[in-house]
């Protein structure tokens, strides 16, 4: 196919493209318009649920939310019980990557996404760029694939690469001029934001920032100690996993500065060696830093408690749902970089400072009302895009976020950040039918996110049956 001349292509992909057109029209009332019925709704737009309530749903946008008794009979419509169960709005995930950058590199986005969608992903943010994601971004938008939306991040800027690989999901600016042209060609071929990661100098982050905001494309990702907290909120930018947060808690005079438990230096047990001089007490001038500079934080803190905080049994592990969708190369991989930081793992005392300190700022800021996003780093270690979600909202909670709360890192947050809040993100006549039915509700335990009945999203109705076979075609081969 490819020596086919580029012109011929296109004809044969239109004159294709034309016959689904017609095929799905043909089909199109009966199997577009859906009500879920008797239903209670957890709108997200306002803590409430609101029972007794039927949505109807027509070429995958609510139409109508009306009352049960109130609805009037409409023909060809698929009717989804919704009795004694709960509708929220199709979670989010915003920080996600593919199998593709580890192991061997086989692109096995297709079965990916499915996973994230059984799991009640609807929108996910991919935030490490590569031009294989965009192709995915492609077949999902048209239908090819099933799967969720997708926003991909730019190939991670680095200063340095230190790892060899063939395998591109990053740019090494490592002066200002690469960088420059870097923001505007990854702006170019379509990417969503600017992904920043580690060892960026000061000045070639600046030249970053500068030229992202004339592009009019958003920087998000870690600090790293070269840029440190106060200029990346001066940024603007979003900040994931919380970095340099810690760091902002070492007390003024500490020769540290730049050198506690963030970032990469998670993995250093010199970096442990300041955990127990960590002053809770600048907790809230940090929180006031955040809040005032209007950033959104995505802290991905249960892949940090359980790699690297409180830790897990291998037992546990294996016994998660996660573990049969990981590629047995890639498990070899992971037990050995597991292994690596438990063997020499840093005391227990520190390990638990650190999870008590993570979950108090968390607390702390989602009081002060700095909007927070769900994203769970996945994969990584042996967590899973899609079932971990799940695992981070309850960290939420456990931090002590009501689950309302909680659901708002996954649902309205992010659809504000990533700027979709007028089509997703609430349960809403006018607004795109991305839903997730469940079994139980959610806003008594924030566990019952798990209890997947049923998901709607890009128009089409997936049912338990329907999920659990998208499970089952997503597992890896042996
Ligand atoms: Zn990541």
Known sequence: MSQLPKPLFAIRTRAFTITILVLTSLFA????TFIIK??????????KSIPGQAVVIKDGKITEITGVGKLKPLKEATVING???YLVPGLFDMHAHFFQEQGDHKNTCENELKVMLANGLTTVRILAGHPSYLEARAKVRQGIWKGPELFIASPQFAGRWPWPTDFKNFEVADTKEKAVEAVKKYKQEGYDEIKITFMIKREVYDAIVQTAKEEAIRVVGHVGPEVKLPAALAAGQQIEHMDEFIDMLLPDTSYNHGQSVSDMNIWRRNAWATVPYLDESKIPSLVRSVKDAGVY??????FFFSSFGHGMTDEEYKQRPDYAYIPANIREERWGIK?????NAPPPESRDKYVYLRKKMTYELWKAGVPLMAG????????VTG???HDELETFVKAGLTPFAALQTATIHPARHLGIDKRTGTIEAGKE???LLLDKNPLEEIRNTRSISGVLASGKWYDKKALEKMLEEAKPEK
Do not use: C, H
């Open 29 to 32: 009332s009966a199997q577009n």
């Open 38 to 47: 008797d239903v209670t709704v957890i709108p997200m737009n306002s803590e």
């Open 83 to 85: 009795k004694g169960k």
């Open 297 to 302: 934080v995505t802290p991905t803190n249960f």
């Open 339 to 343: 292994d690596r930081y438990w063997k």
């Open 376 to 383: 769970s780093d996945s994969p990584e270690w042996f967590l």
């Open 387 to 389: 079932f971990s979600i």
């Open 433 to 435: 039918a991305d839903l």
